[in-house]
């Protein structure tokens, strides 16, 4: 057997194997949601709905599938092939790992740019559609519309920031209240509390240490209060969902980045800075998911080499260990989108950068 067709075996059974993988991964990530699902079904809502929800959601669940799909197929394969003494009787054969290897990675090169066309338009859109339905089957609840860490549209003319809520309890509100045609008022407050009024359908605030600016149209400068209070009613009622920049296109989202100014005109610098920040890190998010597929490979290759496991069982947990590692690494770059000047959209790139060289280092190693 030749070099081109041992390395074509080898992706052909890593396709076969990722392909299982990514069914299964799918089905894990999902399985909370289809129960959700099957409530609302035995609660009386119509299936057609719901269906179209679970569809709508797969999209999510493969930008995630999809990296640790690769990761368990590569220590399942090469781990396969090393137990049975294929992977030695190859290097005698005077065959280099990165022969061995050469169609797997360029298959992971093909699931990338596959990546970057779902995690840039495919998921967006699809996450749109999906929180459309939901909100077209039931009222939301005021409380759920508070989305913690960044700037949301509660209603058109509103726009909210809370950067940190514990049950009722929120700390750092910022409100730009644009609904009174002429004037646009900021309101931030340091501390407060939130809850329903209005049978369900409305959102009070209660906030204290409160800066208004400007107070009224008669009174057109900053105003400082000890405690303020603002109700903003029907929005529970709402049945049509507030797109926000998650269900945009990532080339919507650098059409954004370049009118910033026009976009976001009420917006003060600051918090223009903290919008920036964010849509920055949702576009290089989704590139460095992308990319992870290749950082895992690069890393599940020699790994699967080196592990001499023939349980299944432990190349599993392997690729749960590595996957769970690089998740926690891109969780604290996503914790650190509020902190724009620490630069979150390039340390989103951490983990496949280190994963990468790391993989890289172990296949020369193992070459």
């Not at 967006?124 to 949301?152: C, M, T, W, Y």
């Not at 204290?208 to 000890?226: A, N, Q, T």
Request: hydrophobic share 45%.
């Amino acid at each position: 057997m030749g070099s081109r067709t041992l390395d074509r075996y080898v992706a052909a059974d890593f396709l076969l194997t990722f392909v299982m993988a990514i069914v299964f991964v799918t089905f894990a990530t999902s399985i909370g949601a289809v129960f959700k699902l099957m409530d609302l079904i035995a609660s009386g809502v119509p299936w057609q709905p719901i269906v179209k929800i679970f569809i709508y959601s797969m999209p999510t669940s493969i930008v995630m599938a999809v990296p640790l799909g690769c990761l368990v197929s590569c220590l399942l394969v090469f781990g396969r092939l090393s137990d049975d003494g294929e992977v030695m009787a190859m290097q005698t054969l005077g065959l280099s790992m990165a022969t061995v290897m050469r169609s797997t990675v360029l298959l992971a090169c093909g699931l990338v740019v596959l990546s970057l066309w779902i995690n840039h338009e495919v998921e967006p859109l699809a996450h749109l559609a999906r929180r459309d339905q939901q909100a077209k089957l039931r009222s939301v609840s005021p409380l759920n519309v508070i989305e913690e860490g960044r700037f949301f549209r509660a209603l058109p003319g509103l726009k909210m920031y809370v950067g940190h809520r514990k049950d009722e309890r929120v700390r750092d509100v910022r409100i730009y209240d644009g609904r009174d045609p002429g004037l646009v008022r900021e309101i931030h407050a340091r501390r407060g509390r939130v809850y329903e009024t209005g049978e369900g359908n409305n959102l009070a605030l209660d906030l204290e240490e409160v800066r208004v600016s400007p107070f009224s149209k008669e009174l057109p400068h900053p105003v400082y209060l000890d405690s303020w209070s603002m109700e903003i009613e029907q929005l529970g009622k709402t049945r049509t969902y507030m797109p926000d920049e998650e269900d945009a296109s990532s080339t919507d989202l650098w059409h954004t980045l370049q009118n910033m100014e026009t976009v976001y005109a009420e917006l003060n610098a600051k918090d223009l800075r903290l919008q920036r920040s964010f849509i920055l890190f949702e576009i290089n998010r989704r590139s460095a998911m992308a990319f992870s597929s290749l950082a895992l490979i690069l890393v599940g290759i020699p790994l699967g080499v080196r592990s001499q496991r023939k349980s299944t069982g432990m190349g599993v947990a392997l690729s749960l260990v590595i996957f769970l590692v690089f998740y926690m690494m891109t969780l604290l770059a996503q914790s650190l989108v509020k902190v724009p000047a620490a630069q979150p959209h390039l340390l989103i790139w951490l983990p496949v950068i280190v994963f990468g060289v790391l993989g890289i280092r172990l296949v020369k190693r193992k070459g």
